[in-house]
């Protein structure tokens, strides 16, 4: 019985340990300060389970070795010097991509960035703040011969070197609405850009990263895991780009090319906020739905769906810093992980997913974005 009690206990301290180690890798916001003093108290509780229940040289062995396996889980491993590093970023106009192209010049890359709009203000805001370091690239992911230009540029630009980090930021989310509302130009849309775009630009820099032996992210979203209803169009995108993503980063491992997810949370970026796109967007739906579906689902049904996605726009965050501090980590870290969780409610989001029952899961989501009180037409008593 004793014996039985004392390997329940070690099962208890390595399981509690690497649990702890796994939510801070979920939580890449977590200070080292607070990693540190989380560890002294950890190393203090386990010795003294370890010293009552085991006791003499076995009980030290088991906490120092468990103490020095949540060490090795928890902490970050070193950065990389950025010195003679250049990174191509998409979808720099505004929001992450934007952000993420200061921060890279701000640290001393030689930064490509595209946009939609040379002219535009956030380009002209780039220019501004940003060195002589960071080269505006017009370029638009659904046109082939913008891609091969951009890629082009940049070849003669970098000479004879190779590029080191690839960021596909650039996504699209055209409208929300219940998959069979959503119009095939929205799916097509959304794949052109989300997922067909940023295979192209992947495919087309490949010989120069693997030269580098470099990085490649993808910023996915979490909505191409998780069921959210009226995300169907946008969810497909993202959960292409994030099996493709996870392929490639198990192909790329024979040549020394590091590839990571970034999932980040909801933010209030430009085009989230631009209520006049979601307005046009609803306007254009309605115009090109056929008058059958018109009559089940009423235009009543489908104005909610878009009123309440906007009335949760004010939920959104505004601090970007869990998604540009997880870009850099992968792009900079000795060893990047394939995948981060930018916010703590993308970590509830996958707790949810996988931990709750399913039908308690499908509540949660339905009511994650979208709170129907109206319903569909041909339902009505």
Partial sequence: MEGFSSCLLVYVCVSSVLGTAAVLKLLPQVQISQRLVLSAGLLVTLERL??????????????????LLFLFHSFSPPQLSVQGKAVFI?????GFGKTIAQHF????????ATV??????????????????????????????????????????????????????AGICINIGDAELSLMSNYR????????????ITKAFLPLIRREKGRIVNVSSPAGETPFPSFAAYGASKAALTLFTNILRQELNFWGVKVCTILPGFYKTAKVQDHTHWEQQNCN?????????????????ILEIKNQFLKRIHFAKEDFSPVIDSITDAVLSTNPRPRYYAGKDV???????????????????NRFFIQHKILPKALHK
Wanted: overall charge negative.
């Fill in 50 to 67: 370890c010293y009552t229940y085991l006791g003499g040289f076995t009980g030290s062995v088991i906490c120092w070795l468990t103490f």
């Fill in 347 to 365: 970590i509830i989001q996958y707790i949810i997913l996988n931990f709750l029952p399913i039908t308690i899961s499908d509540l949660l989501f």
């Fill in 189 to 200: 849309g959304c794949m052109e850009v989300n997922f067909f775009g940023a295979i192209t």
């Fill in 105 to 112: 010049d701000s640290m001393g890359f030689k930064v490509f």
């Fill in 285 to 301: 739906l309605l115009k090109n739905l056929s008058s059958e579906l018109l009559q089940d689902y009423g235009e009543e049904y």
């Fill in 116 to 169: 939609l709009n040379k002219d535009g203000p956030g380009a002209i805001e780039l220019v501004q703040m940003c060195s002589e370091e960071l080269t505006l690239i017009q370029m638009d992911l659904t046109k082939p011969q913008d891609i091969e230009n951009a890629v082009q540029f940049t070849k003669e630009k970098l000479g004879e070197k190779g590029l080191w980090g690839l960021v596909n930021n």
């Fill in 90 to 94: 998409t979808g720099c106009d505004s």
